[in-house]
């Protein structure tokens, strides 16, 4: 349920992304500070309502390591950020998804020969559907921009 929920997530938002860009001129920066506004009330609002906003600044605040590793994740986050909508921005949403799919399956293979994971028949059909699906998208999108 949950995978199925990122997915439906992961495919509204690049499309809804690519529709305010059209609409609206903005940029990825523009973007960015939007999107990452509405997260930061989220999670304000979530901390506030379980009581743990407080617990949160205090261990950030006593454990030097885990601020390094909070402000690490956050630069390498924002960097990713800016690649991603840069890539909607110029390609699409259809070329983005199709990177991002293309980056989960070869996280897929690398574990099966690395740790020795299995893929069972069904996810071998599920991936090679939803990329027939992917490329027909892409390549009926090329044809009809000629």
Aim: net charge positive; charged share 10%.
């Amino acid at each position: 349920i949950l995978l199925g929920m990122s997915l439906t997530c992961d495919s509204f938002r690049s499309q809804w992304q690519d529709k305010v860009y059209k609409a609206h001129k903005v940029t990825q920066f523009q973007m960015m500070l939007g999107i990452n506004c509405w997260s930061i009330t989220f999670t304000l609002l979530s901390l506030l309502q379980s009581g743990e906003g407080l617990a949160s600044l205090s261990f950030i605040m006593n454990e030097p390591a885990a601020f390094a590793d909070v402000l690490t994740l956050s630069i390498c986050s924002a960097t990713g950020q800016l690649f991603i909508f840069y890539t909607i921005k110029t390609f699409g949403p259809v070329i983005f998804t199709i990177m991002m799919t293309t980056r989960q399956m070869l996280s897929m293979v690398l574990s099966c020969f690395l740790f020795g994971h299995a893929l069972g028949a069904m996810s071998v059909v599920g991936s090679g559907v939803v990329f027939a699906v992917l490329f027909y998208r892409s390549n009926r999108k090329m044809r009809s921009s000629r």
